[in-house]
């Protein structure tokens, strides 16, 4: 099940960039209302409460279920899938991204549970550790099940630690669907995932451009749309 987004990058600012965009980790209303001007392909809230970035310490799901856009992610990690069912609903979530230690079963589950209009997008996390076997047998097990993957720096918080893996893995294995590129990406970093050879399909940006947790600088997006 594929789920695209059709605004892309090349309607902004003049680049003709297919790069999408996923701003994560957002908590203020206004800025979420100025990136939707700045047409961000994928605007997202993070429902992990252990996360400085907690969005229902800001805003409740009402707030974001009125929010026009269709690229809304929640972000979930080892959450309930009744929880996580129960919040899609109210925030009028368009994808869950499963960021923890989410088993295939639980996602398949999920997916047979979950309204079919909602994809999923499953996080790899890559450390030292990372096993391509069974990163291909999971991937094997889900991909009717999942919209997009997306790799990020592996960490014991999870996500947002502003770090970069080793993106030579990426040239490495095989990516059978689209990709989100996530962990430490910085304008800096833009020159170098030029130079991937399997383009992601979307980069997702969180704490390197932050004024404070959950608060975005806007200028600095600005500045990376222009470097796409
Ligand atoms: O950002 C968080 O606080 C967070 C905490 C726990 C799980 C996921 C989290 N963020 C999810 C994201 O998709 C981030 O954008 C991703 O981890 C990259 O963050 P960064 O390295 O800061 O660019």
């Given at each position: ?41 994928f ?52 994808f ?23 994809g ?33 720096t ?59 947790a ?15």
């Amino acid at each position: 099940m594929l789920f695209q987004i059709s605004s892309k990058i090349s309607l902004k600012m003049g680049t003709e960039s297919n790069l999408q965009l996923k701003v994560c980790g957002l908590t203020v209303l206004e800025q979420v209302k100025e990136l939707i001007a700045l047409k961000a392909d994928f605007l997202g809230f993070i429902f992990y409460e252990k996360s400085p970035r907690f969005v229902l310490n800001h805003l409740n799901p009402d707030d974001i279920s009125k929010i026009d856009h269709r690229g809304k992610v929640g972000v979930f990690v080892n959450e309930k899938i009744n929880r996580i069912i129960e919040i899609a609903e109210k925030a009028n979530l368009d994808f869950i991204q499963l960021h923890g230690n989410e088993s295939d079963d639980f996602i398949s589950e999920l997916r047979k549970k979950l309204n079919p209009k909602v994809g999923i997008i499953k996080v790899f996390r890559i450390g030292e550790d990372f096993n391509v076997e069974k990163f291909y047998t999971s991937v094997h097990a889900i991909q009717n099940d999942i919209s997009y993957i997306l790799f990020d720096t592996d960490s014991l918080s999870f996500g947002g630690t502003g770090k970069q893996f080793d993106w030579s893995l990426l040239e490495k294995i095989e990516i059978p669907l689209p990709y989100f590129l996530s962990g430490g990406i910085s304008e800096d970093a833009i020159e170098n995932v030029k130079m991937i050879k399997k383009q992601p399909f979307a980069l997702d940006i969180n704490s390197k451009f932050e004024m404070k947790a959950g608060v975005k600088d806007l200028e600095k997006i600005k500045r990376l749309y222009e470097k796409l």
